[in-house]
């Protein structure tokens, strides 16, 4: 079966390949002169080259740096504001590649070797697991919705988050310094955040640059000790050095390295509580009855569980740090009719200390309490991508290329320890347990290539395909685990993903088009406690979009469309939290594949410059992504055609800005944010104390800014309602179902206000 797998993937591969070395000959004799972006024109590389936004097939939402900064984006998280389609879930252990979902889709799981469903691209280049955290001197962000694998690979079977990050100037000595201050209780903000951010761009030569970035995120909080009367520490810093050098007219180089470290203290965004329950018996099997209260208990320690807590009580701290890294080298070679890119690629991402979920329940009076020992999670990514692109506007144009990747990740052995506490400062072991070290190896090949063909005036016809060879390796060490032996698990697979489409300009300014994808993400291996691991499938989406695109008034953008998807094996995580036993109070979470999950709807986007003065986005969708008829959860409820977790079925986003000129020198501005969403399931269950209702979150700035836009001074203001959305909501926390629940809080669940100053030298 490999050999005809690697068979196929020969005979594509030099398919595509002579079909590239055809093309630029049979294009060229009925080359046209590509049309020129207008200035303020949307530019986006959705399909691996430079077009105008209006061009591309693709439901597609743009944001450029003004807003990123107004919205102060500053992490992968914050993207969840800019688009309707896109959700963000960056739970602590399960954040897979970012934790993006795009109309509803998308990968939570504490699975070995599972990859993202919506891709995290930053120039050009897939960060796979070991994904950036902070965004930091961004020119755009791409929100591309539905399967990309044609042009983006196995991870992108929802959708990719494309960024771009500022290119460095020739000719040109800058530096810029902004900032966004805020503190804890000053101003009503629940919790401090001090960003710096800075970049200096310097001329080498007249054809080469170096630009080099970086940032401070300073953050106080929201999470607090009430023990020892201090916020959680979540500190991060890191830098981007990018050199540019054009050696020749037709050659271009690009090498990329950023760096990033980030350290937390008593697991920063994790678990307080929301829910509790009264006086009983403590569910475990011990020589004598131990009386349970656990709001008894927080209320000894100053504690009060309820909507949007976020106090603890734990007189013993533990940290966690996390560090992550890589380089990118990008040779661009362009010849009259056509490009060749090569990018290569190394990341790695580790994680070390004590983890979020050393002491799980942070509550010292509690009689259960469950530890982890240390952790220790490298992850390495090497890619290789080389590919061949069509220039200008041609008759036909073309993209075709292959792709390698190798990523590794090493899981250190984990201990688990329950223990009870009958009295204060006694405790009493009651199970032990754990997992060995393993690693995962997740080898990946493919030829790929996408054409369209202006098969009339205003005609387009599309078609693209991509084969991918994905083997994931899963080997098992038994060093943690009593009378066990080491264990080794092989998921190989070989997929075709593919696209076809039309597109047709009905106007000028007017562009309709339908497509028709085929994606694929590879598989996972479950390693259920007690049990072999086992594989997941890989998920096969088959999506139908109808799309509109026009500009509007000076350049504003209409994006609308439609849309249908259905989802073969997709791959699902319901966790539950054991209730008795010597494990009690610990989370046993469960993947499995689900056949016949759907996707459906539509969407409105608007976005870009409205007039002069005016800059304004905002969209709207309505996203039913449902259960399969006959679908049990993991609390044994129906679910089916229920919406599936994490995914609201409709969100609106909006942020705007308005300037005037209020004297000779300064230009006045005001800003305003909002997102609605409606209820959000956290769980893959029917309980509703695991559910966040409909609500609003609005945000906004008010400041100057010189003439010339080199100084700014604002004051803003994030979630104005202090609206406590959270990031995971876990029932049975830590047993008794939904009498107990526990909440994760991130920073976008308070309010926040703020100073941000903005100088360009």
């Known amino acids: ?441 997740d080898t990946s090949a493919a030829v790929f290539g996408q054409v369209t063909v202006h098969a009339a005036d205003k005609l387009r016809l599309i078609a693209g395909g991509r084969y991918t060879q994905d083997n994931l390796h899963l080997t098992t060490y038994a060093d943690a685990i009593p009378n066990s032996t080491n264990s080794y698990t092989a998921l190989d697979v070989g997929k075709f993903s593919w696209k076809v489409g039309a597109q047709y300009d009905v106007a000028a300014r007017t562009m309709a088009y339908a497509t028709i994808s085929r994606g694929f993400k590879g598989g996972q291996i479950s390693q259920p406690s007690g049990s072999a691991p086992y594989p997941i499938k890989p998920e096969v989406p088959t999506s139908y979009e109808l799309g509109l695109k026009s500009t509007l008034l000076g350049g504003w953008v209409l994006d609308t469309n439609a849309f249908y998807q259905v989802v073969q094996n997709f791959q699902a995580q319901g966790c539950t939290s054991i209730a008795t036993g010597p494990l009690a109070g610990t989370l046993s979470c469960v993947q499995s594949n689900i056949d016949g999950v759907k996707s459906r709807g539509a969407e409105i986007n608007l976005f870009g410059k409205v007039t002069h003065d005016l800059s304004l986005n905002t969209g709207l969708i309505w996203a039913k992504a449902t259960y399969p008829t006959g679908f049990l959860g993991s609390d044994g409820s129906n679910l089916g055609g229920q919406q599936l977790a994490y995914a609201p079925e409709y969100k609106f986003t909006m942020s705007g800005e308005y300037t005037s000129k209020v004297s000779d020198m300064f230009n006045g501005f005001v800003g305003l944010d909002t997102i609605w969403k409606s209820r959000v399931s956290y769980e893959q269950t029917s309980i509703q104390q695991s559910t966040f209702g409909p609500h609003w979150t609005v945000g906004g700035r008010l400041g100057l800014r010189t003439l010339d836009d080199r100084f700014t001074i604002a004051v803003f203001a994030r979630n104005l309602g202090n609206i406590h959305e959270p990031i995971l909501l876990q029932s049975g926390f830590p047993y008794s179902g939904a009498a107990n629940i526990g909440a994760m809080y991130g920073p976008n669940g308070f309010r926040q206000i703020g100073l941000s100053l903005d100088g360009k030298f």
Not at 51 to 74: C, G, N, W
Not at 312 to 326: I, K
Request: aromatic share 6%; net charge negative; with cysteine.
């Open 1 to 441: 079966m490999k050999v005809q797998m690697h068979t196929r993937l020969l005979i594509t591969s030099a398919t595509l390949a002579m079909a590239a070395c055809a093309a630029p000959a049979f294009a060229a004799d009925a080359t046209t002169a590509a049309s020129e972006p207008a200035p303020g024109e949307i530019i986006v590389t959705a399909q691996r080259r430079a077009e105008k936004v209006t061009e591309v097939p693709i439901s597609i939402t743009v944001v450029d740096s003004a807003q990123l900064e107004r919205e102060q984006v500053d992490t992968v998280g914050d993207l969840s504001r800019i688009a309707p389609s896109l959700e963000i879930n960056n739970a602590p252990g399960q954040n897979t590649g970012g934790g993006g979902a795009i109309r509803g889709i998308g990968t939570q799981t504490f699975s070995a070797g599972a990859v993202p469903s919506v891709g995290v691209v930053v120039d050009q280049v897939s960060q796979g697991n070991a994904n950036i955290a902070n965004l930091f001197d961004i020119a755009r962000v791409e929100v591309l919705k539905g399967p990309q694998g044609t042009l983006f690979g196995l991870t992108t079977s929802a959708g990719v988050i494309n960024i771009t990050t500022n290119k460095p100037e020739f000719g040109v000595f800058s530096a810029r310094l902004r900032t966004e201050l805020s503190g804890a209780g000053i101003a009503g903000s629940g919790y401090g955040d001090q960003v710096v951010q800075g970049v200096v761009n310097i001329p080498l030569a007249a054809n080469a640059a170096l630009r080099v970035s970086g940032f401070s995120n300073t953050r106080q909080g929201p999470d607090f000790d009430v023990t020892t009367h201090k916020y959680d520490a979540n500190d991060a810093f890191g830098f981007r050095g990018h050199l540019l050098w054009e050696p020749s007219s037709n050659l271009t180089v690009n090498l990329i390295g950023d760096y990033s470290r980030t350290h937390i203290t008593n697991g920063g965004d994790f678990f307080t509580f929301v829910q509790t329950s009264g006086a009983g018996l403590l569910p475990l099997p011990t020589p004598f009855p131990v009386p349970d209260n656990v709001t008894g208990n927080l209320a000894s320690c100053g504690v009060t569980p309820g909507v949007g807590n976020r106090n603890y009580c734990l007189a013993q701290g533990f940290s966690d740090r996390t560090e992550n890294g890589g380089a990118s080298l990008e040779i661009d070679y362009k010849a009259p009719d056509f490009t060749v890119t090569s990018i290569s690629a190394y990341r790695r991402s580790l994680e070390s200390g004590y983890g979020a979920a050393s002491n799980v329940f942070r509550g010292d009076p509690l009689e259960l309490q469950v530890f982890n020992g240390p952790i220790d999670h490298p992850i390495s990514l090497l890619s290789q991508e080389l590919r061949i692109g069509s220039a200008g506007r041609q008759t036909i144009e073309y993209t075709a290329g292959v792709y390698v990747s190798s990523q590794i990740q090493d899981i250190a052995p984990e201990t688990l320890e329950v223990e009870i506490q009958p009295a204060p400062h006694f405790l009493i072991p009651v199970a032990q347990g754990g997992t060995g070290g393993y690693r995962v190896t």
